[in-house]
């Protein structure tokens, strides 16, 4: 029973103490594998999740596969052009289908070579004409819920889930004059972490840590006193920083003519719960998506591309190579940040300390968690 999760009362005596009050989440959150089988059941195998971006599945029979709580799941794009999410597992001796990404025709299983078309209804089974029950048009691949939000390939398991254009409403209002929808990826890759996934998250929500972490790389780029921490909302956070021109790719682009004053250089630190994280620029953005694997290691699906204007622009293939460099290097400096937590978290002398106000957003993220499993 979930009431008798130790981790998960000592979280919800975390959030009960006021903002001002507020200290990290308790150590068991992270290490606990009972805890993350709470996350596993009721938030991740709930909420929307991130499957990349829209554009990166262009033409027909583009596919990417994703597990979600240990559910195969198979994103593509079918013959008219639509998204749709299946169920990556055969029909018949339940094979896994398809791995990786690529381009197919059809689905056709390893296995015993049933095959499906990218609708999910069943095109043909070898040798099945001597059994009586075998009916090719009643089988298909179960469907598995998909949709477009501003470009990205939301997915989720629960069917009654509000549709992100409804539980996101705030987001896109919040970043409309940057028109998220039209930004253009530009490079995807995998790689995992030795973290707990929220130690990740959380990481990405708090500015605090630039200047020592990434002194490097970003961390001069912006200062403490100009980061902005409001609160968040019931299904994200944000902070956003003022940047200079240290990367001008990170400044709208002179043909730019909607945006004025500040807003031309604002970097928008978005986290969609629970596990899109998404920095924004007026000239490019780059993502994270989280799965969690085990209490100690997190999958990391990271990409990035550019905005219109700056894709258009003559020398935008050197500023995204000076940009996919430099991101490279940050994610080495929060790799190695963000995994020193991991192994302080698992110390028996090492406790969680107060909140800086810059951590606000890690604050609502704790709310957000102890909301969603039940008592």
Request: net charge negative; with cysteine.
């Amino acid at each position: 029973m979930t009431h008798a999760s130790p981790a998960l009362a000592d979280l919800r005596a975390n959030v009960a103490q006021a903002f001002e009050r507020a200290h990290a989440m308790p150590k068991s959150v992270y290490t606990s594998p009972e805890f993350l089988a709470l996350e596993q059941a009721h938030i991740f195998a709930r909420e929307w999740l991130c499957a990349g971006r829209a554009d990166a599945l262009p033409n027909p029979g583009d596919y990417l596969t994703m597990e979600i709580t240990g559910e195969p799941v198979i994103i593509l794009r079918d013959q008219g052009g639509t998204l749709r999410g299946l169920s990556n597992v055969c029909r018949h001796r339940m094979s896994t289908l398809l791995q990786g990404r690529g381009n197919t025709r059809a689905i056709v299983c390893p296995y015993h070579a049933w095959t499906y078309n990218l609708d999910g209804s069943l095109r043909g089974a070898p040798a099945m004409t001597a059994n009586e029950a075998f009916c090719k048009d009643d089988i298909r691949l179960p469907a598995v819920r998909v949709e477009n939000w501003l470009g990205w390939i939301m997915v989720t398991l629960n069917p009654d889930a509000p549709a992100p254009s409804t539980q996101l409403a705030e987001v896109a209002a919040l970043i409309t004059p940057l028109d998220m929808s039209s930004y253009h990826e530009t490079f995807s890759e995998t790689f995992e972490w030795d973290t707990n996934w929220k130690v990740l998250a959380e990481n990405f929500m708090e500015s605090y840590h630039l200047p020592q972490c990434h002194a490097g790389t970003i961390g001069g780029a912006s200062r403490l006193e100009e980061m902005v921490c409001p609160a968040g909302l019931e299904a994200f956070n944000y902070h956003f920083i003022l940047k200079n021109d240290s990367v001008p790719l990170a400044l709208a682009h002179p043909s730019n003519t909607l945006l004025q004053g500040d807003a031309r250089r604002t970097t928008w630190l978005l986290a969609i719960y629970p596990a899109l994280l998404i920095t924004l620029t007026p000239g490019y953005f780059w993502y994270l998506s989280l799965t969690p694997l085990s209490p100690g290691r997190v999958k990391v699906l990271f990409g990035g591309g550019m905005s219109p204007e700056w894709l258009a622009d003559p020398a935008a293939p050197a500023h995204l190579d000076a940009v996919k460099s430099l991101l490279d290097r940050v994610n080495v400096e929060d790799k190695g940040c963000t995994e020193k937590v991991y192994r302080g978290l698992l110390a028996g002398l090492s406790a969680p300390g107060p909140l800086s106000h810059l951590e606000r957003p890690n604050y609502d993220f704790a709310c957000y968690l102890a909301s969603k499993i039940p008592a």
